[in-house]
């Protein structure tokens, strides 16, 4: 009977970590890209967050939204295949000051709680003097 118990738990342990679906994975550690210190006059204020569709189904952004009106975030228009790359492009409208900006995305990826993945934006916009 112990042995059937113990044979059951392993069972559904691997039945549970074997999910199937679109799994998304990005380049930046921790989904975050800094800026650094830049200048308006000398940074276009455009970044991208790279990812890869690491699951076994196409990997669907359904939207992707920023915290404010001065970070404009633009998602992919088509799935991402399994193994395929994609991209995530941010442009911040460079004010000066500090820059600290949530992105967020929705998704189907399965590797976050409902496919909601936050991503982050930092760094300092100086004056150019």
């Known amino acids: 009977m112990q ?27 921790d989904n975050t890209i800094d800026y650094g210190s830049i200048t308006k006059e000398t940074d276009s204020g455009v970044r991208s967050f790279e990812f890869t569709n690491t699951g076994d189904a196409p990997l669907i952004i359904s939207e992707v939204h920023s915290t404010c009106g ?4 633009t998602k992919p228009d088509h799935p991402i295949l399994p193994g395929k790359k994609g991209k995530i492009d941010v442009k911040y409208n460079m004010n000066p000051g500090t820059i600290r900006k949530t992105i967020t ?11 909601i993945i936050k991503l982050t934006i930092k760094g300092e916009v100086l004056v150019k003097k």
């Open 70 to 73: 001065c970070t404009v975030p």
């Open 3 to 29: 042995r059937l118990l113990i044979f059951t738990l392993i069972m559904c342990s691997l039945i549970i970590n074997a999910q199937s679906g679109a799994k998304i994975e990005f380049k930046d550690k």
């Open 105 to 115: 995305v929705d998704s189907n990826a399965i590797n976050y709680e409902n496919g």
